[in-house]
Structures are given as C-alpha cells and as structure tokens.
C-alpha cells in the first residue's frame, strides 16, 4: 500500500546554485545531505523542507561510476534541468512492487545502491515514480521559512493525453485514491485529482479547448515535451510579486 507523496525531485547542473536559490530566493529551509550521499550514491542531494506540503528534492551527479549519478547525468544531458521523480512511500517497496507487477505496472529491477524500486515512466504518464519506505527522509517539527513563508507542494500537475487512462493507471493501478475525471470548462481541461494519505496532490490534465489558457498551456506542454509532469503548486502568505516562475526547468506556481 502506497501511504504518502513526500517529495519530488529536481536534477540540476549546479548543485550549488540551486541550493543557495532555494535558501535565498524563497526563503526555505534546506538539509544538504551531500556529505554523506556523494560517498554512498555519487550524487549531491538537498531536500527543501518548508511547512505542509510534498518536499522539494534537488539532485545533481558527482561520480559517474555511480548508478544514480550516471542517470542524472543522462536524464541532464537528453532534457536539461528539470523535473526528475515523483517520490513515494510505501511500508515495504519491494513487496510493492510485486502487487504493482500484477497490475501491469512496469517496476525496473533494483538499482544498486538504490533505497527503493523504480516505475518506468511508461506506465505513470511520462512520469519517474520511486517508490521508498516509509519515513525516507525525517521532516523536521517546526519548519522556519523566511516571508513570505513558501509551503512545500501542494499540488503536482502532470500533463496528460487521456486524463481517464491516467486516472486508472494512478488510481488502479498505483491504488491511490483518485476522483472521476471532470470537464472543466472554464480551464479547458479534464481534471482528475489524486489524493495520497500524506503530502500534496496530484492533478491530471488533458486538454479539451485550447482557446482557454490552461488547455492551451497543456496542449503546448505535449507537443513540445510529451506527457510528464508540468508544473508544481506552492502557497504562500501575504504578497507575492510574482506567481509563475521557472527556475533550473521547474514552472512554479504560487497560490494563496
């Protein structure tokens, strides 16, 4: 049983640079783990832990003999910065990812080093799902962001060709909780949301009127990238200058 959606990842060039962006620009609090997953993964990792929410993992090579290291790198050289991985958690993945393979779900072999099983993108919408044991990563009790006070991920939009066939994939398929597949006109989209117990949520969008400006953004997301994750949804208190912002490949956007 998959039981929360803690964090998802971001591959960058400059390991550095996104760390300090992330500290400075929006003001979270960042654990930089390098120090111990360079020598054991070959890979930087710093994990964004604002209040509420999914985390945002940021993840760069280091040592190319390293599994990891190695698909960062060519997830970096084949799309540039982006979007890597959707994380989630379940009490024993291994045993997951036995229940997954009868469901049809294409689970990779386990990488060596690796703390958890892999989803081929090909089966979850063009998107990478690592699914850890429960508690991978520790969050902190009280979380101090600097205003005006970024929240972790509420909201995980992936884009779609058939929102339906998503929604079994994430519902059935994952066994996550996900609501009927609606028309929302005003958006030009189908919308199913996916609801894992803990962090934020998922929507699935695929565009039905790309005369309105979300169906168009989805239609345009598809053509030039496939399907995949679009977009991150974050909150945050008080006056926001700007609320769509792309940084190391990343759309996010910021609500109320």
Known sequence: MITAMPRIAIAVNDFDVALATFRNRFGMPVADFSPETVPSLGAHVAM???????NIELMAPSNPDEPLSQALQKFLDRRGEGIYALMLEAPDPNAEAEVLLKRGIKVLPLMRGAGGRDIHPSSTHGVLVRIYPD???????????????????QKVVVAVRDASLACDVYGKGLGLSADPPQVIPDRGVVSS???????????LLSPVDTSKETGAEVEEFLGSKGEGICALVLAAEGDVADRDITVFGTRILIHD
């Open 48 to 54: 964004c832990q604002p209040r509420g929410g999914s």
């Open 193 to 203: 949301i996916v609801r894992p117990t803990k962090g934020g949520i998922i929507e």
């Open 135 to 153: 508690g991978s990563v520790t969050q902190p009790e009280n979380p101090v962001s600097d205003p005006p006070n970024y929240s972790g991920i």
